[in-house]
């Protein structure tokens, strides 16, 4: 296939970090900007003490014409509105990709989406933006994308981003994803941490109450196998991430809204269809929503 035209939706850190791995390697990738975005001719990204600029090319929504690629790296309650934003643009050829932190629903995304091939994907990569258009790249990750077979554009993907592979059934791994924010970004948020913290006193031990009460979530789904896996894994992005700033803990020292809501409701709904007690988690759930006035 001919190299694909890259379109984001949603240019924060994530959004920053694939630009910048897609026009490193020579692929054309643009951004859709939202009507009050800062319009810069370039972006910082810092990785391992190095900082590099990177040329944007801007779109707006409307203008955009069809779009064979979409990558939507928005906030989880903002997916669904880009989308429709950009709807006039897809198609049934069209291929949109969804990386993003909260548990939303496929059918609505599909309805969304004017019968566009759709995939998931999920990556543990770490970066927090010191202003809006520089990302510090503080965790290296691993990114999966899935969805049936893999698509012939995975080939241009991972030449500008080699830590990634396929997942044909990616739902576990969506969990999965669910599950380590759920552990990471609520109590960095409460907290006012970075990742690392959460695994020194005093917030060892919660961190790890919280860990083990996912695990078993993760096993009620029938994910054995990643279930007993998850400490090991959850405990890892943690380490990889130790100087991150979660993407929660930003938006609560941003005065922004935050993804609570998509992370963990949809947990505690499936612990109570299940009458399964996770007493560490609907505390911190109940937490957040005193201490941030929800």
Not at 2 to 8: L, S
Request: hydrophobic share 40%; glycine share 8%.
């Amino acid at each position: 296939m001919n190299q694909p035209t890259w379109h984001i939706l949603g240019f924060g850190a994530i959004g920053q970090i694939l630009h910048s791995g897609f026009v490193e390697q020579g692929q054309r990738c643009k951004v859709i900007a939202k009507p009050s975005r800062d319009r810069s001719d370039t972006h910082l990204v810092t990785d391992v003490g190095q900082t590099r600029e990177i040329p944007i090319e801007w779109v707006k929504a409307a203008h955009t014409g069809p779009i064979t690629h979409l990558l939507v790296c928005t906030k989880s309650y903002d997916a669904i509105e880009a989308i429709q934003s950009v709807s006039g643009c897809l198609n049934a050829d069209s291929q949109i990709i969804i990386l993003i932190n909260g548990m939303l629903d496929t059918q609505d995304v599909k309805a969304a989406s004017k019968g566009a091939q759709l995939y998931w994907g999920l990556t543990t990569e770490g970066g927090y933006r010191t202003s809006p258009l520089h990302t510090i790249h503080a965790g290296t990750g691993l990114t999966k994308l899935g969805g049936d077979t893999p698509p012939l554009w995975f080939d241009y993907w991972v030449r500008a981003h080699p830590r990634s592979e396929w997942v044909e059934d990616i739902e576990p791994h969506r969990w999965q994803k669910l599950c380590i924010n759920a552990a990471v970004n609520p109590l960095t948020a409460i907290n006012g941490c970075v990742n690392g913290e959460l695994m020194n006193d005093p917030l060892a031990h919660k961190t790890q109450q919280l860990i083990a009460e996912l695990g078993i979530l993760l096993s009620t789904k029938g994910y054995a196998e990643i279930a007993d896996r998850f400490p090991a894994v959850c405990n890892e992005v943690i380490y990889r991430t130790a100087k991150n700033q979660s993407s929660m803990l930003q938006d609560i020292q941003n005065g922004k809204r935050t993804e609570i809501d998509l992370i963990l409701p949809p947990l505690l709904h499936l612990a109570e269809s299940n009458h399964i007690p996770v007493p560490t988690l609907r505390e911190l759930y109940e937490t957040f929503l005193l201490r941030f006035n929800r």
